[in-house]
């Protein structure tokens, strides 16, 4: 049996791994909803769940507003924005929705029963916690708060209030980590060795008019950090050690644009009948400075390889202004082209001289929709929160680590409180 420290079962996405010898036989533990998009009617029992999502900028426009207008059971009630050019914008893009200009007439509205908070980094927590008290279930977008503690305040509150509070973790429904997620599943790697995670862009020159250029906390670590560290909690739980580097590369700026964070996992295998240690590393890699990007993932194990290029083609989608269609409707919602692919690289012979079979392997299709349907089924008691708040409190805490190993410029122990 591999044991791998940590693979918590309130994940939805763990991967138990039993091994004899160096073959790996894995099995996804039954513990997430089913999400797949055969199983999103709602039943006519549940009430509709009027939805006030704050900030009409990326997050607002292209990765919650039309998420919740495709999701049934969900109402895109009202949008608070009070740039006049964005209000028009979302008037135009949702003429069904209200315009508020403040967080205060959605919080005292009786009528709206979830909040979603897509602004700035540092005012998730104080957002967060004003739509607790008014007594509103809330989804945050990462990170939830750029602290554990804060973090921590907000789970105890929202568990106080009887209310969901929910991280937006996004990723978790790319194509690409939910094809590794399978590969995984099936064992057709082997046992995992290795994980190199990369989301890297060309972004020389400061951009300007933008929050997320200003002040350290805005920068790569907790910008993309929290999808990196999230996908890696998912698939193979608390690591047991985390060295990091956090830096800025680039001639002129206020942020820290280059983030690499390498964990490693103490596992145990058996050979022969007898307890062996291993190592499984798992590498993020985020940077401003990647004119030739390398890899999303890299993935070695006791089998082969898989190597997947470039980026789930939602958001590039999202931003050109497609909407995706209602959940359950027969139309299709951007999988992936054959030739965006990744490849598959396993040992068809093992002894000498191996043998390889080398192929591209079918993407499965990455779906945001998905992170709602499961908010509106937990919201209505139909199902557990696929990826509840105590994952983003682990998220930060890891994050909190890495900058602190950046700073000392050594590898720590991971511990929680």
Not at 317 to 325: C, D, E, F, N, T
């Amino acid at each position: 049996m591999q044991k791998i420290r940590g693979i918590s079962a309130d994940s939805p996405f763990p991967v138990q791994i039993q091994l004899k010898m160096t073959v790996q036989s894995a099995q996804p533990t039954p513990l997430a909803p089913n999400l797949s998009n055969s199983s999103t009617i709602v039943p006519m029992s549940f009430p509709t769940i009027r939805t006030a999502v704050i900030g009409y900028g990326l997050a607002g426009r292209v990765f919650h507003c039309p998420f919740v207008h495709a999701v049934p059971g969900l109402e895109l009630s009202a949008i608070i924005v009070s740039n006049p050019e964005r209000a028009a914008a979302a008037k135009a893009a949702y003429p069904d929705a209200k315009i508020l200009a403040t967080t205060d007439e959605a919080f005292n509205d009786p009528a709206v029963d979830l909040i979603v908070i897509g602004t700035p980094n540092d005012t998730h927590f104080t957002l967060a916690q004003a739509a607790l008290n008014a007594n509103k279930h809330v989804v945050v977008d990462k990170p939830m708060t750029t602290s554990a503690d804060d973090a921590r305040t907000l789970i105890t509150l929202a568990a106080e209030k009887g209310k969901i509070l929910a991280p937006y973790h996004n990723r978790r429904y790319d194509t690409d980590f939910l094809t590794l997620r399978k590969l995984l599943t099936d064992a057709t790697l082997g046992r995992i060795t290795q994980v190199i995670a990369h989301f890297d862009r060309f972004r020389p020159l400061v951009r300007p008019n933008t929050w997320k250029e200003v002040g350290f906390d805005n920068g790569l670590l907790f910008d993309l950090g929290p999808h990196l560290v999230d996908q890696a909690l998912a698939l193979f739980g608390l690591p047991s050690r985390v060295t990091a580097i956090d830096r800025t590369d680039r001639d002129v700026t206020d942020i820290d644009d280059f983030v690499s964070i390498t964990f490693e996992y103490d596992t145990t295998i058996t050979v022969d009948g007898k307890p062996v240690p291993r190592t499984l590393q798992y590498e993020c890699h985020a940077t401003m400075l990647a004119a030739d990007p390398a890899p999303r993932f890299r993935v070695h194990g006791t089998l082969g390889s898989y190597v997947k290029q470039g980026l789930d083609p939602q958001e590039q989608a999202l931003i050109k202004g497609i909407r995706p269609p209602e959940m359950g409707s027969p139309e299709p919602w951007l999988p992936e082209p054959e030739s965006a692919w990744g490849t598959l690289t396993t040992a068809t012979k093992l002894t000498e001289p191996v043998e390889f079979s080398r192929a591209p392997y079918p993407s499965v299709t990455g779906d945001y929709r998905l992170y709602y349907a499961n908010v509106r089924d937990a919201i209505n008691g139909a199902a557990p929160l696929a990826i509840p708040s105590e994952d983003a409190y682990r998220v930060i805490r890891l994050l909190d680590l890495a900058r602190q190993s950046s700073t000392e410029r050594r590898t720590l122990e991971v511990t929680f409180n």
